[in-house]
């Protein structure tokens, strides 16, 4: 399990989205259920970071999808997909990211809004 302070966090600012966006490199303990790459969104549209209150979504080009069964998830359908909009137009450089092959200031500077 990675440590929250591990995580690269992208504010409603900076990725277009109502909420936060975690993201974090594999760092060779992602086995059995966490096995696939991964972001986390906040459930929630606050400033400030609510640790307690991620949700996991695959980074998947074509089909992002939600990790958790039944989640009690904030969020309308619409921002949902604006979510997983933002993962597909994304997606090159946070598989790059999580496979550690860019560094998080690449990622930074590379990361479109939606």
């Not at 760092?27 to 640790?51: C, E």
Request: charge should be positive.
């Amino acid at each position: 399990m990675s440590r929250v302070a591990d995580m690269a966090r992208f504010s409603q600012q900076h990725s277009g989205l109502p909420c936060i966006i975690w993201v974090n490199p594999d760092v060779g303990n992602n086995t059995g259920k966490h096995n696939m790459p991964r972001i986390k969104f906040q459930n929630d549209t606050a400033k400030s970071l609510h640790v307690d209150n991620m949700i996991p979504i695959s980074i998947d080009r074509d089909n992002p999808k939600v990790l958790i069964k039944n989640p009690n998830i904030s969020f309308n359908a619409e921002t949902i997909n604006k979510i997983q909009q933002w993962i597909r137009i994304n997606y090159d450089v946070l598989i790059k990211y999580y496979r550690n092959e860019i560094f998080e200031g690449e990622l930074f500077s590379n990361i479109k809004k939606v």
